[in-house]
């Protein structure tokens, strides 16, 4: 393992992040976020050149941080413009167009960002409903430059070497990856809607709210719930840790169990500083229990080989459950005529009108978990080395939408289609580039034996999951 890790290392440290095909694939994208940011910026287009109009949006306009005639600033406001203003700086520099040297890089991606921001503010004076706002552009160049900063110390020195110590640790541990993904969703439900408070107030507020005992809160979660957002994750995350330690002992049944459980108490212990939240200790039961049947059952499916020989098409099984428990609960359907026709009335064919009035934090967390379900779904479709998983996805998504003219809890969306689809494409474009990464190229190198089948991370070793044969 020694001499892979040497090798990786000089192998990364001579590769640039910066390679022209990357380069390409970052300004397509930049293209693409520019649309999207000129899209969520003027939607819903309803330009006028109407003097009056203009001339009220002008007075309306917010120039100053601190109006004493009126509520001027908020920092809600604030950090999600500088949220849309990251990946801005981000792709100008990973797509080569804000020059080598660091401060060439910041002063040309500050600039660019100005005049962006300064171009949608202008327009919005145009749009009755927006109000222009000096607040949003310098939210956006922050976080632009922020971005910028970022991508010039991943392409630097010090940012390959890291990449290469992570490549290193993927290749030797291909769970660690999927690991810190299912970490990432299981954080990401505790903590929505991420508005984060260190006030004194509402920490103790949220701690008198709390329900520190289990089973006695108020309003208990239904059971499929919290078998779906709290059960599932645990167990995965519990079994992902097992194929990492590379062993199911007892002793390494417990670690995982342990770090389980104690990352989902962690995260409603976190609940007391994001508002409107509180611990809930029914969560955190639930994640316990997710952690021991993973670590019990993991073992023992993996351990089958008619189960290591179908792992993927029962994972895209599972994901497409998972897609149609999402998008059908409650599973209110109403089989008459005069239901589908009231619904297919308010079809919401422009994509990502809901979100307009919705709140930020609410739309990131929507379209997030959107794009999750259908890059789950996409990657275990690619590992099917099923062709064109998007396409599938698309077909997928289009007829869930399609059941839901038949229920009365939900609204049809072209939003929720275009999402699942997109989130399907990164899934397996993911899947894709994970697995050139944890193959080990050189010869004698470590290689994931399992790779050649897909969804199966298997080695040369019977029995064990996960293992790199060096």
């Given amino acids: 393992m020694a001499a892979l890790r040497a090798r990786v290392?000089?192998?990364?440290?001579?590769?640039?992040?910066?390679?022209?095909?990357?380069?390409?694939?970052?300004?397509?994208?930049?293209?693409?976020?520019?649309?999207?940011?000129?899209?969520?910026?003027?939607?819903?287009?309803?330009?006028?050149?109407?003097?009056?109009?203009?001339?009220?949006?002008?007075?309306?306009?917010?120039?100053?941080?601190?109006?004493?005639s009126r509520e001027t600033f908020s920092l809600t406001d604030l950090a999600s413009n500088g949220i849309l203003g990251g990946p801005f700086g981000l792709l100008l520099v990973l797509g080569g167009l804000a020059g080598e040297a660091r401060g060439t890089r910041l002063f040309r991606v500050g600039i660019a960002s100005v005049g962006v921001a300064a171009a949608v503010e202008g327009l919005q004076l145009l749009i009755p409903e927006r109000t222009a706002s000096t607040i949003d552009v310098g939210g956006q160049v922050a976080g632009a430059l922020a971005g910028a900063l970022a991508a010039h110390l991943f392409v630097g020195a010090a940012g390959r070497q890291l990449a290469a110590h992570?490549?290193?640790?993927?290749?030797?541990?291909?769970?660690?990856?999927?690991?810190?993904?299912?970490?990432?969703?299981l954080a990401a439900d505790a903590l929505h809607p991420y508005t984060a408070t260190l006030d004194v107030r509402t920490v103790w507020k949220s701690f008198k709210r709390a329900t520190w005992l289990p089973l006695q809160?108020?309003?208990?979660?239904?059971?499929?719930?919290?078998?779906?957002s709290d059960v599932l994750p645990a167990a995965v995350l519990a079994a992902l840790l097992l194929a990492v330690f590379r062993r199911s002992s007892a002793r390494a049944r417990l670690g995982a169990w342990g770090f389980v459980t104690g990352y989902g108490m962690a995260l409603q212990l976190a609940r007391l500083f994001v508002e409107r939240l509180s611990p809930n200790a029914d969560h955190a039961l639930a994640v316990s229990v997710g952690a021991l049947v993973g670590v019990v059952a993991g073992p023992m499916v993996t351990g089958l080989p008619f189960a290591r020989a179908h792992a993927a098409p029962a994972v895209a099984l599972a994901a497409a459950a998972l897609l149609a428990y999402a998008e059908l609960e409650p599973f209110d359907f109403r089989l008459t005529a005069a239901m589908?026709?009231?619904?297919?009335?308010?079809?919401?064919?422009?994509?990502?009108?809901?979100?307009?009035?919705?709140?930020?934090q609410d739309a990131l967390f929507d379209a997030g978990k959107k794009l999750v379900l259908g890059g789950l779904l996409g990657t275990a479709l690619r590992a099917c080395r099923l062709p064109h998983p998007a396409g599938w996805v698309l077909a997928y998504a289009t007829l869930l939408e399609a059941l839901q003219l038949l229920q009365a809890s939900h609204q049809p969306s072209v939003t929720d289609v275009v999402s699942?689809?997109?989130?399907?494409?990164?899934?397996?474009?993911?899947?894709?580039?994970?697995?050139a990464l944890i193959a080990d190229a050189g010869p004698g190198?470590?290689?994931?034996?399992?790779?050649?089948?897909p969804g199966v991370l298997t080695s040369g070793r019977e029995g064990r999951a996960g293992d790199v044969v060096d």
């Fill in 9 to 68: 290392v000089t192998q990364a440290a001579r590769v640039t992040p910066l390679a022209p095909a990357d380069r390409r694939v970052a300004r397509g994208v930049l293209g693409l976020y520019l649309l999207f940011l000129l899209y969520a910026s003027l939607f819903p287009f309803h330009f006028t050149l109407d003097g009056d109009t203009i001339r009220s949006n002008l007075a309306a306009a917010v120039v100053f941080p601190r109006d004493a």
């Fill in 166 to 185: 992570g490549l290193v640790a993927l290749r030797r541990d291909p769970a660690l990856g999927p690991s810190a993904i299912v970490m990432a969703i």
């Fill in 217 to 228: 809160a108020a309003d208990q979660p239904s059971w499929h719930a919290a078998l779906v």
């Fill in 340 to 360: 589908a026709t009231s619904k297919a009335a308010h079809v919401e064919w422009l994509p990502f009108a809901s979100y307009y009035a919705a709140a930020v």
């Fill in 420 to 435: 699942l689809t997109a989130g399907a494409a990164m899934g397996a474009a993911i899947l894709d580039r994970y697995r």
């Fill in 445 to 453: 190198g470590g290689r994931i034996i399992g790779a050649s089948r």
